[in-house]
């Protein structure tokens, strides 16, 4: 069983910079593949990041390639989500959850533990 709590979201202006934090517990992250995916209102969760256990590569979806950097400190077990240049496209919902499957990092089926969320809302 892993726990995640996120934190670190807020209001920012187009343009700006937030890091968001993803506290684990229960069990190390070293062995999990850690993402990030978001929701915005009345749109389905979205894939943004992850992180893999092996061999430490990253992946980002397209709309965040370049501004964003997901990195991870096991030692603290802890993920976090560097955003910067943020557009008000990028309002949503942050969660940050565990991969375990072989499969898509963008299909929902594919994990397993969540956090409850942050929210994160960019003006114009």
């Known amino acids: 069983q892993v726990r995640l709590v996120e934190s670190g979201g807020g209001l920012v202006q187009a343009g700006g910079s937030l890091r968001l934090s993803c506290r684990a517990s229960g069990s190390s992250i070293s062995r999990y593949d850690m993402a990030w995916l978001r929701q915005d209102q009345g749109k389905g969760r979205e894939f943004v990041a992850i992180?893999?256990?092996?061999?430490?590569?990253?992946a980002y979806a397209d709309s965040v390639k370049g501004r964003f950097t997901i990195s991870r400190d096991n030692a603290e077990n802890t993920v976090y989500l560097e955003m910067n240049n943020l557009k008000p496209e990028d309002t949503a919902v942050y969660y940050c959850?565990?991969?375990?499957?072989?499969?898509?990092?963008?299909?929902?089926?594919?994990?397993?533990?969540w956090g409850q969320g942050t929210q994160v809302t960019v003006s114009s």
């Open positions: 959850a565990t991969h375990t499957s072989d499969g898509s990092y963008y299909l929902l089926t594919g994990y397993n533990y």
């Open positions: 992180s893999t256990w092996r061999g430490g590569s990253t």
